[in-house]
């Protein structure tokens, strides 16, 4: 088979989306990317391949796909919100010029490309609850900008250049294999951390401050399906809303308490990340991935945080509560 190429692979998405897909495809087949170098040439677990790759060097993307006969490309490599909004400039340049020159490879070896959209690509004019798959996308920040132009740019090389682009637009993502770096949705990450470790957690965004999220085991398998998903069902093709759970920092808090009890959580506001959480959906409508390509998500509020305070134990060496 022609390999499957993943870039951004050590950040949060990338270390499980990693593994899943050499579960699927094979250890081989499967070329993990990044820009942080990993010491040993291979990937964390020495189970596949490992390249270094700066997406914004065209040569460098069209080399490595050339070497490894590459057919679909993951294309991860962003920053995310936070950063973006404090580093704007940064954000435009890896944002679009990654995904550009990713695209342009990809029209060059007829590869396939899936892109992480996000709930970020919406901004304060569009409905917030049950955000509509096909809605008004006016983003006030970076991130939402770049998200927006690069759901526009997908579209375009697929109606163009008939590039097999897709992508989700996904939520905030809680895992414990790695951490999320610069994102506004990164509190629910931490608080689970700051539970276990301390039982106290300071959070930066208001305690009703209601966000769409999900597990990152369900995102991973969206990630697969959508790639795998008949053509020939695909209206949207890309930027799919898909949806698993929303809650507050306050929702949150009492599920994890109910595990840990006296965990407590103290509110001390970001405003720029205030700002940007306010300008996002509170939950979106995902019909139009459940009807082309069957998504349904495994993973609520309570088996997500049972799980991921199991999951946090063993990793950190907590002993189990008795
Ligand atoms: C972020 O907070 O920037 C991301 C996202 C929702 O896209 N997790």
Redesign the pocket.
Known sequence: MKKILVTGAQGQIGSELVPALRESYGGGNVVASDVRMRPGGSDSAGEGPFEHLDCTKGREIRDLIGRHDVGTIYHLAAL???VAEERPQDAWHLNMGGLYRVLEAARHYGCAVFLPS???AFGPATPRENTPQDTIQRPTTM?GVTKVASELLCDYYAQRFGVDTRGLR????ISHVAL?G?????YAVEMFYQALRYGQYRCFLKADTRLDMMYMPDAVRAMIEVMAADPARLVHRNAFNVAAMSFTPQELAAEIARHIPGFSVEYDVDPIRQAIADSWPQSMDDGAAREEWGWAPQYGLDSMTSHMLDELRKKLGIPAAE
Not at 170 to 173: A, H, T
Not at 182 to 186: A, F, H, L, S
């Open positions: 995310l919100s936070a996000s709930i970020g991130y996904l939520p905030g993502l999320p610069g994102g506004t949705t990164d």
